[in-house]
C-alpha cells in the first residue's frame, strides 16, 4: 500500500499534532493535571497527618485510663482489705455471733439466734 506524502508526515508528527491540539494547549492540560495531583497529595498528607495525631491522642487517653484504673483498682483493694474491714467494725461497735442455728423451712433453710 502506497501511502502519500502528507500522511507519511502525518504519522511522524507528535501525538497531540496529531490530535490537533496546539503546545499552548498541551501545556494547559499538563499544568491543570499537574496541579490536580499536587492538590490531591496535600489533601492526602494532611489527612494522613490529621487522623495520625487523632490516634495518637487516644493513645494516649487510654494509657491515662488505664493508669487512672490501676489507681481506682488499688484503692478498692485498700479499702476492701481485711485489716480495715476490722477497724471499721470495731469502731460500729457490733456484736459478733458465736453461735449461728440453721431453721429449716419448707421453702429453704433460715439463720436465726
Known sequence: MYQSRKERAKEQLPWWKRLQI??????????????????????????????????????????????QRLELQAEVDRLQSMQRLERVTSSLDLVSVSRVDYVTTG???????
Open 107 to 113: 421453702s429453704g433453710a433460715v439463720a436465726a439466734r
Open 22 to 67: 496546539s503546545e499552548l494547549g498541551l501545556r494547559i492540560v499538563l499544568a491543570v493535571v499537574m496541579l490536580t495531583g499536587s492538590f490531591g497529595y496535600l489533601v492526602m498528607t494532611t489527612s494522613v497527618a490529621t487522623h495520625g495525631l487523632k490516634v495518637k491522642d487516644l493513645s494516649d487517653r487510654m494509657d491515662q485510663l488505664a493508669s
